[in-house]
T-cell receptor, first 116, second 113 residues
Framework: KAGVTQTPRYLIKTRGQQVTLSCSPISGHRSVSWYQQTPGQGLQFLFEYFSETQRNKGNFPGRFSGRQFSNSRSEMNVSTLELGDSALYLC???????????????FGPGTRLTVL | AQSVTQPDIHITVSEGASLELRCNYSYGATPYLFWYVQSPGQGLQLLLKYFSGDTLVQGIKGFEAEFKRSQSSFNLRKPSVHWSDAAEYFCAVVARGYQKVTFGIGTKLQVIP
């Protein structure tokens, strides 16, 4: 069974640009969560989608948005990039959600975004 | 405020020595508790989780964790560390009824020969 895949793995952008990151969950998983990882702030929750609906959202500005498609693939978009957006962006998938009693959240390898 | 704390940012142990990584949480009700490991250049992998019941939880790779309600702690342990255990370890919590994961800042483990 293929794992969670994220594309691209590395990305370099300049301030003011926008970027779209993609996440393909494990087959059959309906929940996709996104996280930002930086050395200073650690791992921070961005949002979680389940069956194309955003169920939970972290404390990030509106420049960060996402969506989920009917095949459970998810995209994350960051508009008007700032230097502080440089980070590793991780997505994770699970059958019913990270707070489920019965299933496990699986992480992708991440997309390393550098903003110059 | 709800929070999860990992007091040790960096720990060095000798190969073969025992290991304990600390995690404390501050939540109104006992949340769901997790430990994840992240090897360099990799995503996170779940080591173990606690929801209820037996307070000693066994995980993968020989790790275990003990939930102590009185101390609001969920410490990760391994009796004998291997060089391949060098990685960063994250404690995480999910408030019951929610789907949002809050991670601790992480503890970086270095294993020396």
């Amino acid at each position: 069974k293929a794992g969670v895949t994220q594309t691209p793995r590395y990305l370099i952008k300049t301030r003011g640009q926008q970027v779209t990151l993609s996440c393909s969950p494990i087959s059959g998983h309906r929940s996709v969560s996104w996280y930002q990882q930086t050395p200073g702030q650690g791992l921070q929750f961005l949002f979680e989608y389940f069956s194309e609906t955003q169920r939970n959202k972290g404390n990030f500005p509106g420049r960060f948005s996402g969506r989920q498609f009917s095949n459970s693939r998810s995209e994350m978009n960051v508009s008007t990039l700032e230097l502080g957006d440089s980070a590793l962006y991780l997505c994770a998938s699970s059958l019913s959600g990270p707070g489920s009693l019965t299933d496990t959240q699986y992480f992708g390898p991440g997309t390393r975004l550098t903003v110059l | 405020a709800q929070s999860v704390t990992q007091p040790d940012i960096h720990i060095t142990v000798s190969e073969g020595a025992s290991l304990e990584l600390r995690c404390n949480y501050s939540y109104g009700a006992t949340p769901y508790l997790f430990w994840y490991v992240q090897s360099p250049g990799q995503g996170l992998q779940l080591l173990l989780k606690y929801f209820s019941g037996d307070t000693l939880v066994q995980g993968i790779k020989g790790f275990e964790a003990e939930f102590k309600r009185s101390q609001s702690s969920f410490n990760l342990r391994k009796p004998s560390v291997h060089w391949s255990d060098a990685a960063e370890y994250f404690c995480a919590v999910v408030a019951r009824g929610y789907q949002k994961v809050t991670f601790g800042i992480g503890t970086k483990l270095q294993v020396i020969p």
